[in-house]
């Protein structure tokens, strides 16, 4: 129904920056949360940022606010975060998700769809 695709992981060192991508595919939406989740290992999944697909309205956790930037391009379906100042803790497993239909994307049980994932690692 919806296959989402991240892309732009990579190796950084502390301080510097990288934009994530994330297209969606499959179906037609005009109102759903297309969020980011992050997983460090041996940690839980967490919520780094989401966008409002309608209106572009965002919101971060407290970790990152400031420092990433959610954005959209809707022609293209697709979802960026733009990650400055990253620190060592900011390496993770960064996933794209969809909440369809929903109010709300800020906890891992509410997308609908997930990506595969993409690698950010922070070096010290």
């Known amino acids: 129904q919806v296959q989402l695709v991240e892309s732009g992981g990579g190796l950084v060192q502390a301080g510097g920056s990288l934009r994530l991508s994330c297209a969606a595919s499959?179906?037609?939406?005009?109102?759903?949360?297309l969020g980011w989740f992050r997983q460090a290992p041996r940690k839980e999944r967490e919520f780094v940022a989401v966008?409002?697909?309608?209106?572009?309205?965002?919101y971060y956790t407290d970790s990152v606010r400031g420092r990433f930037t959610i954005s959209r391009d809707n022609a293209k379906n697709t979802v960026f975060l733009q990650m400055n100042t990253l620190k060592p803790e900011d390496t993770a497993v960064y996933y794209c998700?969809?909440?369809?239909?929903?109010?709300?994307?800020?906890?891992?049980?509410?997308?609908?769809?997930w990506g595969q994932g993409t690698q950010v690692t922070v070096s010290s």
């Open positions: 998700a969809l909440c369809l239909d929903s109010w709300s994307c800020n906890t891992p049980t509410e997308p609908t769809y």
């Open positions: 499959g179906r037609a939406f005009t109102y759903t949360l």
């Open positions: 966008i409002n697909w309608r209106n572009g309205d965002t």
